[in-house]
């Protein structure tokens, strides 16, 4: 089963004011605060519903949290171990994909699923389009998703 969380409904309470002002104003300023703002809403999950059955099976990790977990792998250039331990512990990446909750469910991931992700964007021929749509304006992002 494909699971998304619904980042557009927003919450009732700031999950991230436990922080403070200043360590705020510090994530809101660097690549986590950007990423999440103009990135992690773009990115294409729409795109491996097809791959997930509809009512079967156990459902996945987020696929925003998935896809940005690759992304990061990439843009900080770290191993799929490190890839895992980040995601469980770095506080910059979990503003980025905004996971406030301290659950293993949100921020926990195994090799194999992010092996599997992998994978399964190779094959849709999507991992050229995950890292090309951060830099795409608007129009052409609808005719590259056309082709």
């Known amino acids: 089963m494909f699971h998304v969380r ?3 409904t ?6 991230w004011a ?4 200043k360590r705020r104003k510090l994530l809101d ?14 990115l294409p999950v729409e795109a491996i519903i097809a791959a997930f059955h509809t009512r079967m099976g156990r459902p996945s990790k987020d696929a925003y949290t998935l ?6 792998q990439a843009m900080h250039d770290v191993t799929d171990e490190e890839t895992v331990e980040q ?11 905004d996971l406030s909750d301290e659950s293993d469910e949100g921020k926990y991931i195994c090799l ?4 599997t992700m992998r994978q399964l964007l190779a094959e849709k021929k999507l991992d050229r ?16 998703q056309a082709v």
Do not use: C
Request: without cysteine; charged residues 20%.
């Open 112 to 115: 194999r699923t992010l092996w």
């Open 129 to 144: 389009l995950l890292f090309d749509t951060p830099t795409l304006r608007d129009d052409d992002l609808v005719l590259q």
């Open 10 to 15: 927003g919450s009732l309470f700031d999950p």
């Open 18 to 21: 436990y922080l403070g002002p």
């Open 67 to 72: 896809m940005g977990a690759l992304v990061f």
């Open 87 to 97: 995601l469980a512990f770095n506080l910059q990446w979990h503003y980025a994909l």
């Open 6 to 8: 619904d980042r557009r």
């Open 29 to 42: 300023r660097s690549w986590a605060g950007l990423f999440r703002k103009e990135i992690l809403p773009h």
